[in-house]
């Protein structure tokens, strides 16, 4: 078998984080993908509002078209944005954790 790549790992952390054991249907393992892609390019630096772009598109692949919140982040009101504040942070932690073990590799 093939030695783990640095994406296997973002996607175990990711899936760690949430919680997620067992990914039991498309749509976890999209949000496990999409939150993983995001602690790779925008790591500690990403915001609410990516949280929701990603969520965005895992509604419209799952067919949720119509739902109230298929809107521009900025045109959501105060209360839904928060609902993305403790996505945000997993994937600041998987960033910093990612990170952490990059520089404990190059240090050796």
């Not at 915001?47 to 119509?66: E, K, N």
Request: charged share 30%; proline share 6%; with cysteine.
């Amino acid at each position: 078998m093939s030695q783990p790549t640095y994406t296997h790992e973002a996607l175990r952390i990711i899936q760690e984080e949430l919680g997620w054991d067992n990914p039991s249907d498309d749509e976890e393992r999209l949000y496990i993908a999409f939150y993983a892609l995001l602690a790779l390019t925008l790591g500690e630096e990403v915001t609410r509002s990516a949280i929701h772009d990603a969520w965005s598109l895992i509604a419209v692949l799952t067919s949720r078209h119509s739902h109230p919140s298929l809107v521009p982040f900025d045109e959501l009101p105060e209360h839904v944005k928060a609902l993305d504040d403790p996505y945000a942070e997993v994937v600041k932690r998987v960033a910093r954790k990612l990170r952490e073990k990059e520089d404990r590799s190059c240090a050796l």
